[in-house]
């Protein structure tokens, strides 16, 4: 077996990996590729700032750079002195060209019912919410949050604030009224947009109530605009509240889009960290545009006649880039679908792709992992002829998973693109080219043109072949440029693990002898559930918050379905008891304080955590101990008993 096997590797994949398969696309594929020249890895490599003032130029400005790069590490600018505005090179620029009336958005509501948004139409639709927004006094630099559900205003809205220069920080629309006020209040946000509910699995879930609740501690918010999706019945707070439908009635067609300095902030969008508190990540705006323009055109082979799918939310970072600005950007044809892939049945997925003939199909591995368990069946029963190209994103596909996906999605003829990339990073840094880097199956393959990655030790020693930290070498376009209110946060996170403006991933990675790179997850306290970072200071956070909890401990383990799970350790006070009732309490304290993407999966009671003399909880032994394997090291515990008491007792509990 070879040293890169999953351990539940099956005997097929288990072959494939030992004689080190890569998977080629076919000579047609390559004969119209967008990129076929390999020559461009070598020349992006001999001049860097080169390669990325040609890519910049793919876009309008206002007003050219005077220089490219400015790098005073930990702090990077790029395209210093150039002016533009994302929403001009989203909208204004097609609108002027034959895509004018081309289908920009065809959207999906959960039960059925269906728009199509041309470029025209959207950029009728932005100019006028735009204006709209600036009547209720929104003016350039301030935030505004979204709360939406995936309906075409959420995409408006965040283009409306860009077209104003206003910037937008988009809160999931699972997330939990605490955690909307939280970022609500971190960003200092004075406008907020939402709906009055959005469909999912059947169910309304009522974000303007959910909204309600967070807004009565969030005295910033001066206004809130509402689209109707539901009809839901919302209370509405006259003079705060406007329907999204009245506002945007009577303002004018045409709104001049803000010229904003390259560096000027174009988002914030938090995500979880090592500690308790949401980080908001900054992304300014002609880096970050040209960095997703350009991943968007070569990782997906964009073509005009691509109808281009990518199932993330606009609540996460993949959905700012690949549904929002760098498809746009590029005037693609996008589906956008609302609800859940197994409503009403487990093919909803499949039946999408047949009926608007999608040819790029981006989804995420622990989606994949749950259609190889609904079986063939439901995919076979739909015609994906249309499909030529593949992508993951948001963990590291197993090569089960990529295996199954070529094979029943993409019959054997699609190339799978394994997208490598994070919030902070802003946009596609690990994945193939598609017609010039052959896939192996698990592996993200190698660094884009333009931006160096490499696997260092501890001490920041490079590793040729072998596993370690994966770090970034070099500043690329779309890098964060900080984190929101957190300049100590920024630096400690990110640079201060090796000197010289190296950024640390927070990611474990192998590098193979053909140079391939193989993601093997976080190396920090962050947990990737479903493809969702969750920092488990955040659930140990809010499981202490409840009365009854002394004390908590969380750790991600394996999950078949999710990739990771959550398992909870929890010591509760004197005088509560440890039942049945009591976890799905703690567990609903949990959604209610994050929402529910955080709930536990288990919640284990002891009476003690195992700790160090020190008094640090030793978290790889509660990790061995969630994942039933025997117990590491456990020398250093202050007492060694603690953790051979905890794994009977689970074992007998599951
Ligand atoms: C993980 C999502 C392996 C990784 C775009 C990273 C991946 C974190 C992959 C960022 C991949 C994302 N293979 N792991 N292709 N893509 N990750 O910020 O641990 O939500 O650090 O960005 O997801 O998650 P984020």
Redesign the pocket.
């Known amino acids: 077996m070879s040293q890169l096997d999953p351990p539940n590797a099956n005997a097929e994949v288990s072959a494939l990996l030992e004689e080190n398969r890569i998977f080629h696309c076919s000579n047609e594929f390559k004969s119209h590729a967008v990129v076929k020249n390999a020559d461009i890895y070598q020349s992006a490599r001999e001049n860097r700032e080169n390669f990325w003032a040609e890519c910049a130029n793919k876009l309008e400005w206002f007003q050219k750079w005077n220089k490219v790069l400015e790098w005073k590490p930990p702090y990077a600018k790029w395209f210093i002195g150039g002016k533009l505005n994302a929403s001009y090179n989203c909208l204004d620029r097609h609108i002027k060209a034959p895509l004018r009336n081309k289908a920009a958005l065809i959207w999906e509501g959960e039960p059925g019912d269906q728009r199509t948004l041309t470029y025209w139409d959207l950029y009728r639709e932005v100019n006028k919410l735009a204006n709209a927004i600036k009547s209720l006094g929104v003016k350039k630099g301030d935030r505004v949050a979204i709360y939406m559900p995936m309906i075409p205003e959420a995409v408006i809205a965040m283009l409306a604030c860009a077209r104003i220069g206003a910037i937008h920080t988009v809160v999931f629309g699972g997330f939990s009224a605490e955690a909307l006020k939280d970022r609500i209040l971190d960003a200092q946000a004075n406008l907020l947009i939402t709906a009055d509910g959005g469909y999912r699995r059947g169910n309304v879930i009522a974000l303007k109530n959910t909204a309600n609740n967070a807004l009565k501690d969030c005295p910033c918010i001066k206004n809130v605009i509402v689209v109707k999706r539901t009809n839901t019945n919302v209370d509405f707070q006259p003079g705060r509240d406007h329907w999204y439908h009245e506002i945007t009635k009577s303002v004018a067609d045409y709104c001049e889009p803000e010229p904003m300095d390259s560096e000027d902030i174009l988002y914030i969008l938090y995500?979880s960290g090592t500690t308790g508190k949401p980080k908001g990540v900054i992304h300014t705006t002609g880096g970050y545009m040209t960095a997703v323009t350009l991943t968007t055109h070569w990782v997906f082979d964009l073509k005009p006649e691509d109808v281009f799918w990518c199932t993330a939310d606009v609540g996460?970072?993949?959905g700012h880039s690949y549904i929002v600005y760098g498809p746009l950007s590029n005037g693609a044809t996008q589906v956008i679908y609302e609800g859940s892939p197994d409503w009403p049945e487990r093919n909803r997925f499949w039946k999408i792709i047949a009926k608007y003939g999608v040819s790029i199909f981006y989804t995420a591995p622990t989606a994949i992992r749950a259609f190889m368990k609904w079986g063939t069946d439901w995919p076979e029963g739909c015609d994906l002829s249309s499909l030529r190209l593949l992508g993951?994103?948001?963990?590291?596909?197993n090569p089960e998973a990529w295996i199954w996906y070529h094979k029943y999605i993409g019959r054997e003829k699609c190339p799978v693109v394994?997208?490598?990339?994070?919030?902070?990073t802003g946009s596609i840094l690990i994945a193939p080219l598609p017609a010039l880097i052959g896939q192996k199956p698990g592996s993200?393959t190698k660094p884009l043109p333009g931006i160096e990655a490499k696997i260092l030790t501890e001490n920041g020693t490079e590793i040729k072949e072998g596993g370690g930290y994966l770090a970034l070498t070099s500043p690329w376009p779309s890098m964060l440029r900080g984190i929101y209110g957190d300049a100590q946060r920024f630096e400690e996170t990110y640079w201060n693990k090796w000197p010289n403006g190296i950024y640390f991933?927070?990611?474990g990675a192998k590098l193979d002898a053909d140079g391939y790179f193989w993601?093997l997850?976080?190396v920090d306290d962050v947990i990737?559930v479903a493809g969702?970072?969750i920092g488990t200071m955040e659930i140990e956070s809010a499981l202490v918050d409840h009365p009854a909890v002394a004390e908590a401990a969380v750790v991600g383990i394996a999950d078949e379905i999710k990739g990771q799970a959550i398992a909870a350790f929890v010591t509760l006070k004197e005088g509560n008891t440890s039942d049945k009732k009591m976890e799905d309490t703690l567990k609903q304290h949990v959604v209610e304080k994050i929402g529910s993407i955080a709930r536990p999966s288990k919640i284990l009671f002891t009476a003690d955590l195992p700790k160090t003399r020190s008094g640090k909880i030793m978290r790889r032994l509660l990790r061995d101990v969630g994942e039933g394997r025997a117990l590491g090291d456990v020398t250093t515990l202050a007492d060694s008993s603690v953790v051979e008491t905890l794994k009977k007792k689970y074992e007998k509990e599951t």
């Open positions: 995500t996460w970072v993949t993951s994103v948001g963990e590291p596909i394994d997208t490598w990339w994070q919030t902070e993200a991933t927070g990611d993601l997850g976080r990737n969702h970072r």
